[in-house]
């Protein structure tokens, strides 16, 4: 399947070099290009592309604010982030706003190939020195066992089991394909899932089920299999 991309940069040069990369790769169709963050929405309702990959300078409005704007659309892209700053408040900015993968502009271009096909299957890539500050947090947060959530006793075992699989990073194909059930039937399950305990996006939904001991923490935590990047992955 072609994956359709936007790709938003405030510098013209950057983003012509970005469609010039993508367009030699097979399986990616660039459908355009824009340094304003407004017309980047326009493009997204209009041309629906699966995947945008973005900085956080554009025109209009910042690359955080459209992609807070598109995370309220029916149907949102997943969003790569391609930028200079990875400071913390960045990092928790563009994750709390739904990003399914950060890079920075050091990044090779096999890895931003590599996170542009992981962000169309709902995966999640980031950068090495992001990945790598995220685990040491989690390992200096003090070890919960399990702590009860009000809406945790209502999940049936089979929400149970796919709010496993999405902690372990696995995609909507992957679990529908594990599960013998239909993509449409995992949707349902995450949306049901959701609402029983009151969260927003996936992210917190990991969070949640861990802390919550819906999923035991002798795994991988929080997915950490996939949340490290290609690069981080190989060298371990």
């Known amino acids: 399947m072609t994956i359709r ?4 940069d405030e510098l013209p040069v950057i983003g012509d070099g970005l ?17 304003n ?4 929405i326009v493009l997204v309702r209009t041309a629906r592309p699966d995947v945008v990959v973005t900085d956080l300078n554009l025109r209009t409005i910042s690359g955080l604010e459209m992609i807070r704007r598109l995370a309220k659309e029916e149907t949102p892209p997943n969003v ?4 200079e700053s990875d400071a913390d408040k960045t990092v928790s900015d563009v994750l709390h706003a739904g990003v399914s993968c950060l890079l920075g502009k050091d990044a090779r271009p096999q890895e931003l190939i590599t996170a542009i096909h992981a962000a169309a299957a709902g995966q ?11 685990v040491t947090w989690f390992r200096t947060q003090p070890h919960r066992q399990e702590t009860v959530h009000p809406g945790a006793d209502e999940l049936t075992t089979r929400e149970r089991e796919v709010v496993r699989m999405v902690a372990r990073g696995m995609s909507t194909e992957e679990v529908a394909r594990e599960l013998y059930i239909g993509e449409a039937t995992v949707r ?7 609402t029983k ?13 861990y802390r919550a001991g819906l999923i035991q923490s002798d795994g991988p935590a929080f997915g950490v299999e996939r949340v490290l990047s290609p690069v981080a992955a190989r060298s371990r």
């Open 80 to 83: 790569v982030v391609f930028t």
């Open 37 to 40: 963050g407004m017309e980047a």
């Open 124 to 134: 999640t890539v980031l950068a090495p020195s992001v990945a790598q500050r995220l």
């Open 19 to 35: 469609r010039t990369l993508l367009d030699a790769v097979p399986g990616i169709d660039v459908i355009g290009t824009t340094d």
């Open 197 to 209: 305990l009151g969260v927003r996006d996936r992210a917190e939904l990991v969070s949640l089920a």
């Open 5 to 8: 991309v936007l790709i938003c």
């Open 188 to 194: 349902t399950h995450v949306y049901r899932v959701r």
